[in-house]
Nanobody, 124 residues
Framework: QVQLVESGGGSVQPGGSLRLSCAHS????????LTWFRQAPGKEREGVAA????????WYGAVAAGRFTISQDSARKTVYLQLNRLKPEDSAMYYC?????????????????WGPGTQVTVSS
């Protein structure tokens, strides 16, 4: 049984930082794409950053804008998303997703597995 569990969200002031974690288990052998998405109320879900289980090469969506960094600890089966210089418009539910796709990593449609999400709120 595949599980993705996000943690690390919370409330922070503009300019602050958070580190989100996504612990995954049960993924079969393969080069999985592990991707962070976010969704704010009334807006579409958008890709933030992705990394593959067999590679440390990251992919970033436009929203990352040089402020966010994705990394992984393969031994702990955990993917991290470091959020720096946060802005109020970064407030959203952040989700971790996994799929065996080779392309379109920033497109949420068709991802096989999703976590329940962790809320990030940026306000003064």
């Amino acid at each position: 049984q595949v599980q993705l569990v996000e943690s690390g969200g919370g409330s922070v002031q503009p300019g602050g930082s958070l580190r989100l974690s996504c612990a995954h288990s049960g993924l079969t052998d393969g080069d999985w794409a592990l991707t962070w998405f976010r969704q704010a109320p009334g807006k579409e879900r958008e890709g933030v950053a992705a990394i593959r289980t067999r590679s440390d090469s990251p992919w970033y969506g436009a929203v990352a804008a040089g402020r966010f960094t994705i990394s992984q600890d393969s031994a702990r089966k955990t993917v991290y998303l470091q959020l720096n210089r946060l802005k109020p418009e970064d407030s959203a539910m952040y989700y971790c997703a996994a799929d065996l796709r080779d392309a379109n990593l920033m497109s949420p449609g068709g991802y096989q597995y999703w976590g329940p999400g962790t809320q990030v709120t940026v306000s003064s």
